[in-house]
């Protein structure tokens, strides 16, 4: 039976002085019957039990095992009855094995076991030699007393040591049973391991080995065992790798290298079939080495793919904004190359019309059409909503080339679903050279995708110097915008208009200017396509609605003011309430109200509008159509917008007297509008002739510097007294 030293430790802890406390009790009892000498050598019996179980503590568990408590206990017993009986004969001894323990814990070590039994049995030895040749002298010495004591000190020390054994017995096999357990139970969590386990002696056998390695390498129980070398286990997995000689000898030499090396070598394998290990070899301070296999193939594919997801579009599948910035950046290194960046047009209508799933689907087929039409030298992204990119390394004219297929294939219509759609793209691109910055070079493509934008869309633009200057002016003049209405920079001036033929002053087209304190006046065509891209255009546009209205209330009944209006006004929910309110609030008719509007503002959200529009006809104010004759010019438009007035361009007054198509154009206007009971105004009438022909063709009202330059709102109303006075005097 196995032995547990520490048990056995703490056992010999207890019997020493156990056995001690016996002998020096026995010893009292000796002297009380007047044994002194045996007083003596009791005492000496004592310190020699508690210094015999120091150094036999390590020592004879490994001679008599789980009896050696037992064994210990009966010398001692037999050197109390010895020592008791024969004092007389061996009391050097006596003394000697007091000194013999003390040294040979400190110096001698295992021999002290040894000559301590050998003490004891000399004990023994001393009783029986008297017993034999000094009979008389024990049964002198052997009274009553002496044989009781000497008799209970034996039998008390043989069962004290014999339930100190029993006792060892018992801890003993509940420890063998615990170990048993605890092998079992490491066993099971050995071969029940995620990772594969092999221990490597410093020989090169396999020391020790789980089963799920040969679940991992799809090995054969018999084809690695206890005692197997390594090369043999690994040709056992080159076999069935298939792994050429070549490769296995050099997974053989790998391996002995690592198994050579202080420190732990980590690595991982990629096998054909897309299996993923990851091996570490972890070398033994005795030569020999662990070997651990960790199937990592899920992990990697998991962050193979969270990778691609960081670095892809989810919907269409291209490269992401964030790979585009790295391939930037390093072909900015380079030179040489082109970015182009694409936006969709009328892309937003088809997700407010027929929904963000239809969207996603037209943005996939867009893709897809897209990589068609690039080559295999260029690298499309998808940098969010309706925005892509390409880089290309193509000349400057190639890039435009690739541009324009871009945008001519995109201008086809798309089938999604049962919804066939029309959108179209616009491209702006610029070159790069080595070294540029990338900030910089996608600025520039942007601006270049703006100008096409702005330009009429669906056409390629490229960049051209001074375009990041006017984008600056731009910026300052958008922040100087953000302040302007708050700290009263912006005025109204009115043009007059007059009826015709009397050339009688009936209203006013109230016309917005902006006093800038360091740049004087800018016009309404530099701030207002801006103040339409930042939104900032409704509050701009309600403080003319309110200033006009409050104008309008210090003239007379007869004179109503235009306003021009933005479309982006009209898709505003506040318009409607803006003009109500003004109106109540300055307490004036609606029909000295006139809101104008583009012809091509009215076409690109015609619905929206054409509500917006029918609700303000419906309060009572009156709608006129604006430069008529640039845009679209349907009839269409007429009949859907229930108009009360068409303004002609001054592009066809102006050339009316030397072009024919113009004067046509001129005519057909106001003879349409006059079958229609549409009124109708001619503007930018700058000459006589200009104002004889219009009234020659029944055109009711006119404006333009020949009639009236714009006014501030002091001049209109000084125009508007003397209007009376004349009117008072022809009276």
């Not at 339409?532 to 409050?550: D, K, M, P």
Request: net charge negative; glycine share 8%.
């Amino acid at each position: 039976m196995s032995y547990d030293p520490q048990i056995t430790r703490r056992l010999y802890q207890i019997a020493g002085p156990a056995i001690g406390i016996i002998v020096l009790l026995t010893g009292i009892g000796a002297w009380l019957v007047g044994i002194i000498d045996d007083f003596v050598m009791g005492t000496a019996a004592v310190l020699c039990a508690m210094f015999v179980a120091t150094p036999l503590v390590q020592r004879l568990p490994r001679l008599a095992g789980p009896y050696a408590a037992f064994l210990l206990t009966a010398l001692h017993g037999l050197a109390v009855y010895v020592g008791v009986t024969g004092a007389g004969l061996l009391s050097p001894a006596v003394y000697f094995s007091i000194v013999l323990p003390i040294l040979g814990a400190v110096f001698l070590g295992r021999a002290v076991g040894i000559l301590n039994v050998a003490v004891c049995a000399l004990y023994a030895v001393s009783g029986v030699v008297k017993y034999l040749y000094f009979p008389s002298a024990i049964e002198a010495e052997l009274t009553l007393g002496v044989a009781i004591v000497t008799a209970v000190a034996m039998l008390s020390a043989l069962a004290l040591g014999f339930a100190i054994s029993l006792l060892f017995i018992s801890q003993s096999r509940r420890a063998a049973e615990q170990l048993e357990q605890a092998r079992a139970e490491i066993s099971e969590a050995l071969n029940n391991m995620s990772n594969g386990l092999v221990m490597v002696s410093p020989d090169g056998s396999i020391r020790l080995y789980n089963d799920r390695v040969l679940d991992m390498f799809g090995l054969a129980p018999g084809q690695l065992f206890v005692g197997m070398q390594l090369n043999q286990y690994l040709g056992h997995i080159g076999v069935r790798l298939g792994w050429s000689a070549e490769r296995l000898q050099r997974a053989i030499d790998s391996h002995a290298a690592w198994m050579q090396k202080d420190t732990t070598t980590r690595l991982e394998h990629r096998f054909e079939d897309g299996t993923i290990f990851a091996v570490a070899c972890r070398p033994m301070p005795d030569g020999g080495a662990v070997l651990t296999y960790e199937d990592v193939t899920e992990v990697r594919h998991g962050q193979e793919k969270i990778a691609h997801m960081a670095f892809h579009d989810a919907l269409t599948g291209l490269p992401n904004r964030r790979s585009f910035a790295d391939h930037v950046t390093e072909l900015c290194r380079r030179g040489g190359f082109a970015m182009l960046m694409l936006d969709l047009d009328r892309f937003k209508s088809v997700n407010d019309t027929l929904g963000h799933a239809v969207g996603d689907r037209l943005l996939v087929e867009v893709a897809q059409r897209m990589r068609d039409v690039c080559g295999p030298q260029d690298l499309l992204f998808r940098l969010g909503g309706d925005e892509f990119a390409i880089l290309t390394e193509l000349s400057e004219d190639n890039a435009q080339a690739l541009g324009a297929d871009i945008v001519n294939a995109l201008a086809r219509p798309f089938r999604v679903d049962d919804h066939t759609l029309a959108i179209g793209g616009s491209v702006g691109f610029t070159t790069a050279a080595r070294g540029d910055d990338p900030d910089l070079l996608q600025r520039m493509a942007d601006l270049a995708l703006y100008r096409a934008k702005e330009n009429g869309r669906g056409r390629v633009e490229a960049y051209r110097d001074g375009m990041i200057e006017e984008a600056e002016h731009r910026r300052r003049l958008e922040s100087d915008l953000s302040v302007a209405l708050a700290t009263g920079q912006f005025e109204l001036h009115y043009q007059p208009l007059y009826d015709l033929p009397g050339r009688i002053l009936c209203g006013f087209e109230a016309l917005i200017r902006w006093h800038h304190p360091e740049r004087g006046l800018i016009p309404p065509d530099e701030f207002i396509p801006l103040a339409e891209q930042n939104g900032s255009i409704v509050e701009i546009g309600a403080w003319v609605i309110e200033e006009a209205c409050r104008q309008a209330a210090l003239w007379p009944s007869d004179i109503y003011v235009s306003i021009n209006v933005s479309p982006v006004q009209l898709r505003s929910t506040e318009i409607l309430h803006q003009i109500t309110a003004a109106l109540d609030r300055h307490r004036i008719t609606p029909r000295r109200i006139e809101v104008e509007v583009t012809e091509t503002a009215m076409v690109e959200d015609s619905q929206q509008i054409a509500v917006a529009l029918a609700g303000l006809r419906a309060l009572g104010v009156r709608i006129a159509m604006d430069d008529f004759g640039t845009g679209y010019s349907s009839l269409a438009h007429l009949r859907e917008f229930e108009l009360d007035r068409i303004k002609i361009d001054r592009s066809f007054i102006a050339a009316s007297q030397t072009d024919a198509s113009s004067a046509a154009v001129v005519r057909a206007v106001t003879s349409m509008a006059r079958d229609l009971a549409i009124s109708t105004t001619g503007e930018g009438i700058e000459s006589q002739e200009q104002l004889d022909s219009l009234i020659a063709l029944g055109c009711e009202t006119a404006q333009g510097y020949l009639l009236g330059r714009p006014l501030d709102a002091r001049g209109a109303t000084a125009l508007i007294g003397r209007g009376d006075e004349l009117a008072t005097s022809s009276a």
